[in-house]
């Protein structure tokens, strides 16, 4: 309803394809030859390119080895798409979809108080860690602590009392997110944490063929040199990315939004069976 | 040898040559970036916790016990000498590794020994044993200080507090998990 409301066509695509995006930290489950998505994002771009400005969809996606209390390795993504908008646009978006799920002014997520009608904090990754840690987001990637400073120390500081966008990463952090103008050095991408979890990812789309293979070509070989397996280069994708307008796009994990409004614990309770249960 | 991802509650790895048990763990991984896998643990010899975080790709060593049902023989210096029934190999273990067990040590106790790369790391005592009082006072009828307990030492040396009625030379069960005394052997 939210979505038709506001022009948005659900999609469907294959959750079995050959190419998924060459991501460092993102591992496939390979399937015959193909591997099952990691997210719907490359096919949904291509249909953005061929012309249907607003997309959605709700959908399986798999990582491989990702299990714990916030993670499944199969687990349920709500990505959509709007062309002709850019990050910001979707954190309204996001907000305006948080607050029509909720259904109330605010929730308790593990003790801590959530108001969601309040305005939603917004802070970039530079002051996040100025405020949180005793470096600078430079210093933590160029020291290789980037990721623990974000796990330990920022993360669960994020989204006590209201919710919070976390946006501008640093470019190496944003293989498929739009540079920003003026401060090339970040790239326009904003994570959305309610009660220290993380819920949705998205980005300015990054539209520039060139740009984005070698983007890829660059965390293919991060992999490489991880002694992780390869992915063929998504090539139609780059192909049709030249006919891609501008656009932002979200990836919204259906799970953590319902652990959050259920107060769950764990994941384990939000879904029927768990992995460990089949 | 275990990875990152083998990780798990209740699995026991060896770092600095000492063997951990994982009390909790959890999959932790910010948006785009690595996978980083959270444990807190516990040192099976000393009882020291830790808390620690690993990336994905890091290596360790699995910490391999074994459990030995064993009979206590007897106490040499400080040391306590103990012999498997089954091959008859005698071990010694020092006072230190045997925490608690020794106030419950009789000859002939049946104990189950913990061991790490062939050393005892600890001792496991049945649940209740039966020790005899050595010294205890009288119990003096009419005592209306309200004392419900008193001091009492058994065969091994230990003093536990042990109900009035309770006279030199009685028989008492003792729960080793608390120290307690449990019941009198009625005999």
């Given at each position: 309803?939210?979505?038709?409301e506001?022009?948005?066509?659900?999609?469907?695509?294959?959750?079995?394809?050959?190419?998924?995006?060459?991501?460092?930290?993102?591992?496939?489950?390979?399937?015959?030859g193909?591997?099952?998505?990691?997210?719907?994002e490359?096919?949904?771009?291509?249909?953005?390119?061929a012309?249907y400005?607003?997309?959605?969809q709700?959908c399986?996606c798999?990582r491989?080895?990702?299990?714990?209390?916030?993670?499944?390795?199969?687990?349920?993504?709500?990505?959509?798409?709007?062309?002709?908008?850019d990050?910001?646009?979707?954190m309204?978006?996001?907000?305006?979809?948080?607050?029509?799920?909720?259904?109330?002014?605010?929730?308790?997520?593990?003790?801590?108080?959530?108001?969601?009608?309040?305005?939603?904090e917004?802070?970039?990754?530079?002051a996040?860690?100025?405020?949180?840690?005793?470096?600078?987001?430079?210093?933590?990637?160029?020291?290789?602590?980037?990721?623990?400073?974000?796990?330990?120390?920022?993360?669960?500081?994020?989204?006590?009392?209201?919710?919070?966008?976390?946006?501008?990463?640093?470019?190496?952090?944003?293989a498929?997110?739009?540079l920003?103008?003026?401060?090339?050095?970040?790239?326009e991408?904003?994570?959305?944490?309610?009660?220290?979890?993380?819920?949705a990812n998205?980005?300015?789309?990054?539209?520039?063929?060139?740009?984005?293979?070698?983007?890829f070509?660059?965390?293919?070989?991060?992999?490489?040199?991880?002694?992780?397996?390869?992915?063929?280069?998504p090539?139609?994708?780059?192909a049709?990315?030249?006919d891609?307008?501008?656009?932002?796009?979200?990836?919204?994990g259906?799970?953590?939004l319902?652990?959050?409004?259920?107060d769950?614990?764990?994941i384990?309770?939000v879904?029927a069976?768990t992995?460990?249960?089949? | 040898?275990?990875?990152?991802?083998?990780l798990?509650?209740?699995?026991?790895?060896?770092?600095d040559?000492?063997?951990?048990?994982?009390?909790?763990f959890?999959?932790?991984?910010?948006g785009?970036?690595?996978?980083?896998?959270?444990?807190?643990?516990k040192?099976?010899?000393?009882?020291?916790?830790l808390?620690?975080?690993?990336?994905?790709?890091?290596?360790?060593?699995?910490?391999?016990?074994?459990?030995?049902?064993?009979?206590?023989?007897?106490?040499?210096?400080?040391?306590?000498c103990?012999?498997?029934?089954?091959?008859?190999?005698?071990?010694?273990i020092?006072?230190?590794?045997?925490?608690?067990?020794?106030?419950?040590?009789?000859?002939?106790?049946?104990?189950?020994?913990?061991?790490f790369r062939?050393?005892?790391?600890?001792?496991?005592?049945?649940?209740?044993v039966?020790?005899?009082v050595?010294?205890t006072?009288?119990w003096?009828?009419?005592?209306?200080s309200?004392?419900?307990?008193?001091?009492?030492?058994?065969?091994t040396?230990?003093?536990?507090?042990?109900?009035?009625?309770?006279?030199?030379?009685?028989?008492?069960?003792i729960?080793?998990?608390?120290?307690?005394?449990?019941?009198r052997?009625?005999?």
């Amino acid at each position: 309803m939210f979505f038709q409301e506001k022009g948005y066509l659900e999609v469907e695509t294959p959750f079995r394809i050959p190419a998924p995006a060459p991501e460092a930290q993102i591992d496939a489950i390979p399937s015959d030859g193909w591997f099952l998505q990691t997210s719907p994002e490359l096919c949904m771009k291509r249909l953005l390119a061929a012309g249907y400005p607003r997309i959605f969809q709700i959908c399986r996606c798999w990582r491989a080895g990702e299990r714990g209390t916030r993670h499944l390795s199969e687990f349920t993504m709500l990505e959509w798409y709007r062309a002709e908008a850019d990050y910001r646009v979707l954190m309204d978006e996001t907000e305006e979809l948080v607050r029509s799920a909720a259904g109330v002014d605010s929730i308790t997520y593990r003790g801590t108080h959530i108001d969601l009608s309040a305005p939603w904090e917004r802070i970039t990754v530079r002051a996040a860690f100025e405020r949180y840690t005793g470096t600078t987001a430079e210093a933590a990637l160029a020291a290789g602590t980037f990721d623990e400073l974000m796990v330990e120390e920022i993360e669960p500081r994020l989204g006590i009392g209201r919710p919070t966008f976390i946006y501008d990463y640093p470019a190496s952090c944003s293989a498929l997110a739009r540079l920003k103008s003026d401060d090339p050095s970040v790239a326009e991408r904003f994570e959305l944490y309610l009660g220290g979890l993380e819920i949705a990812n998205a980005f300015s789309e990054l539209i520039d063929p060139v740009e984005q293979r070698s983007r890829f070509e660059a965390e293919a070989a991060q992999r490489a040199g991880d002694g992780k397996h390869g992915y063929p280069m998504p090539e139609k994708f780059l192909a049709a990315l030249a006919d891609m307008p501008e656009a932002a796009g979200i990836a919204l994990g259906l799970d953590r939004l319902v652990m959050v409004l259920l107060d769950a614990q764990s994941i384990d309770e939000v879904v029927a069976f768990t992995t460990e249960e089949l | 040898m275990y990875t990152a991802a083998d990780l798990r509650k209740g699995l026991k790895i060896t770092i600095d040559n000492e063997p951990y048990i994982i009390t909790h763990f959890d999959f932790a991984k910010p948006g785009k970036g690595q996978a980083l896998y959270r444990t807190k643990m516990k040192n099976m010899i000393t009882g020291s916790t830790l808390d620690r975080t690993y990336r994905s790709g890091e290596t360790f060593e699995p910490a391999n016990l074994e459990d030995r049902v064993m009979q206590y023989l007897y106490k040499e210096d400080d040391h306590y000498c103990f012999m498997d029934n089954t091959t008859f190999e005698q071990i010694h273990i020092s006072e230190d590794a045997m925490g608690d067990a020794k106030n419950y040590l009789i000859d002939n106790l049946q104990v189950d020994v913990l061991l790490f790369r062939e050393k005892a790391i600890g001792v496991d005592v049945p649940n209740f044993v039966n020790l005899r009082v050595v010294q205890t006072d009288p119990w003096v009828k009419g005592d209306t200080s309200g004392s419900d307990s008193k001091p009492a030492t058994v065969e091994t040396g230990y003093v536990l507090r042990v109900p009035p009625f309770i006279e030199e030379g009685e028989l008492i069960t003792i729960d080793t998990r608390t120290g307690e005394y449990s019941t009198r052997v009625k005999g």
